[in-house]
């Protein structure tokens, strides 16, 4: 018999992310910002049930008789780190 819904249960999505920015005056009216950003800065891996690419839930996943059954084939992104400089004039 098919399952209702919410019956499967996945890991729980955890991610801290951070940003830092600081402003330097270069003149009267000119500034200069540096950002430093850190996504998933505890680079915990966080299991995908579908594919990353697709907007719907992969059927191998939920399909009983798939070798794939309950494995998790996929995650989501590591930890990234982005760096940005922007001048204001």
Known sequence: SPLGANNV???GLVQIDMGLSRNF???ERQTVQFRAEAF??????????SDPNSATVSTAFFARN???????????????LQFALKYVF
């Open 9 to 11: 249960l996945a890991p």
């Open 25 to 27: 005056q270069v003149r």
């Open 40 to 49: 998933n800065i505890s680079n915990h891996v966080n299991p995908a049930v």
């Open 66 to 80: 798939s070798p794939t059954f309950g494995r998790f084939l996929a995650a989501y992104d590591p930890r990234i």
